[in-house]
């Protein structure tokens, strides 16, 4: 039978620290597969290499991070780690990376609106249709299309339950929740075919957890965004996931469906965030109001 086309694939991929003759690894031999539309929950203790993960699978690595062996596949062909031009081309509507601190997500000499702005366009330059769009015709005068990108914005920040007045505001003078939820509307404007997600909830109370796993889930239910969500937290992947990635020490530790890993974990990593889960139980799923 003929392989399900993968959106995003990578096999045997290892990253090193490199100075001079010196190599330190970062991940060793991580295979992975995403489908278009799927979503997949990549989990680890803190240091188990997750985000190096999510900035290889970007091409965001930055020396003496390298990566050393294995191949990533966008779509299907390879992606070249020495073109950097083919990254740029590929990121934002290609593949569009939720950053897991605050200080990377966004530009914090812009404000939240000038950057949204430059999602619309580059949503825009993709086509009619193919992100959230006002249809702005290009003809417009000026002062009508100010307008229309004002409207946009404003459309944009309420639709992950924002005020637009927050268009004028600077990421300091925003919280934590505020700019996860304005990483989202970025991801809203672009429609990217792949997010992935590091840790988008992690810091936040749960309020804005489910709200921000909410939008998430709406954004591969509606627009068929393929999303890699990362976490320490099995919990809060397991229920959006259909299949989970355990890492360890840089490593796959355990691969399989979310339910079968959670319920008969195979790994000690597995069984310890497995346990870390049930410690935390008491408190309500994260994502109930999905369920
Ligand atoms: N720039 C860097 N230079 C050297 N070592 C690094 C660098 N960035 C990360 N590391 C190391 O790589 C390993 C994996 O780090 P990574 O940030 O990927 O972990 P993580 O699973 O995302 O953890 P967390 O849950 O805390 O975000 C860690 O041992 C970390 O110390
Ligand atoms: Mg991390």
Excluded at 129 to 152: H, Y
Excluded at 160 to 174: C, T
Excluded at 209 to 222: C, K, P, T, Y
């Amino acid at each position: 039978m003929k392989d399900k086309l993968k959106i995003l694939e990578a096999t045997g991929l290892a990253v090193h620290l490199c100075s001079g003759k010196k190599r330190m690894p970062l991940l060793r031999d991580v295979s992975l597969s995403l489908e278009p539309g799927e979503i997949l929950g990549v989990v680890g203790e803190s240091g188990a290499g997750k985000t190096m993960l999510v900035r290889s699978l970007a091409g965001l690595l930055s020396p003496p991070a390298r990566v050393t062996a294995g191949k990533i596949r966008y779509g299907g062909n390879s992606l070249d780690y020495t073109d950097p031009a083919a990254w740029n081309s590929l990121r934002g509507r290609g593949i569009f990376v939720m950053f897991q601190s605050a200080v990377q997500a966004l530009n914090p000499s812009l404000t939240v609106g000038r950057q949204l702005l430059e999602a619309v366009d580059v949503g825009r330059r993709a086509g009619p249709g193919k992100a959230m769009s006002t249809g702005q015709d290009p003809g417009l005068p000026e002062s009508q299309s100010r307008k229309a990108d004002v409207d946009q914005i404003g459309e944009l920040l309420e639709a992950v339950g924002l005020s637009p007045d927050l268009a004028g505001r600077y990421p300091f003078e925003i919280s934590g929740g505020m700019k996860q939820r304005v990483q989202v509307a970025t991801a809203l404007a672009l429609r990217p075919r792949v997010l992935i997600a590091d840790e988008p909830t992690t810091g936040l109370d749960p309020v804005n957890q489910e709200v921000i796993l909410g939008l998430l889930s709406a954004l591969n239910r509606d627009f068929g965004t393929a999303l890699i969500l990362v976490s320490h937290d099995i919990r809060a992947v397991a229920c959006l996931s259909r299949r989970i990635l355990v890492m360890e020490q840089g490593r796959v530790a355990e691969a399989g469906y979310s339910d079968q890993v959670v319920s008969s974990p195979r790994s000690a990593a597995a069984r310890q965030l497995v346990e870390n889960m049930i410690q935390l139980e008491k408190g309500a799923c994260p994502c109930r109001i999905l369920n």
